[in-house]
């Protein structure tokens, strides 16, 4: 089982550039996760998914669009990036609400300049 | 809303020093409550996780228990190693939408 996989591991953009950030999954789950880790922070839910075609805000969408058109691939989309954008991204799956855990994958390490 | 605080770091302690990293929560519900690890360069990993009020959650000699009455849930393991040395997060699951709630994260640095 690969488990949550996404792609790329490193990215720099220049402002205003574009680009999406893929998450894929091979455990059947439901429920999928973006969030954003800033230096010395916590993780920020970016925005999440209960299942293919629903889709979610959570805390900090703005700058961000999602998409879940198979249960397995939940992309995150940065729209005309921004230096505040700067961050590590994680993806996340779940297999259920409650008291199942979050799997999550390496990160992407995104640098706007 | 559902939110979670946890002990702020760094922490450092010498190797075979016991560890207690504070956790406390509010919730509306009666949530999950788990505790991830980061260890450096990769994602988060679940350490343990309680599921109701006095569940003891235990791994790798970690432990951390449900109060319910003090809306708590501390991390606490006797005798660390140099291994542990990561950042450590408290998160809660209210249930309803799937969403979780993290933690700040309390870094550990455990020296020889």
């Known amino acids: 089982n690969a488990g949550v996989t996404q792609t790329p591991k490193f990215r720099i953009l220049k402002i205003g550039q574009s680009m999406t950030l893929q998450c894929t999954q091979d455990m059947n789950h439901n429920y999928m996760y973006w969030y954003r880790q800033d230096p010395g922070m916590g993780l920020k839910l970016i925005y999440y998914s209960v299942g293919a075609g629903i889709t979610d805000k959570g805390e900090v969408p703005n700058g961000y669009n999602v998409s879940r058109s198979t249960t397995e691939d939940f992309p995150l989309r940065l729209e005309l990036a921004a230096p505040s954008q700067t961050s590590v991204y994680f993806c996340?799956?779940?297999?259920?609400?409650?008291?199942?855990?979050?799997?999550f994958g390496p990160g992407t390490r995104l640098t706007v300049t | 809303g559902d939110s979670v605080t946890q002990m702020e770091g760094p922490v450092t302690l010498s190797e075979e020093a016991f560890l207690t990293i504070n956790c406390t929560y509010t919730?509306?519900?009666?949530?999950?409550l788990f505790w991830y690890v980061q260890y450096p360069g990769e994602g988060l990993q679940l350490l343990l996780k309680a599921t109701k009020a006095d569940d003891k959650g235990s791994n790798k000699g970690f432990e951390a228990t449900y109060r319910k009455e003090t809306t708590s849930f501390h991390l606490e393991k006797g005798s660390v190693q140099v291994s542990d040395s990561a950042v450590y997060f408290c998160a809660l699951s209210d249930g309803p939408g799937g969403q979780f709630y993290f933690g700040t994260g309390t870094s550990l640095t455990v020296i020889p």
């Open positions: 996340a799956s779940n297999e259920g609400q409650g008291s199942y855990e979050q799997y």
């Open positions: 919730a509306t519900g009666y949530p999950s």
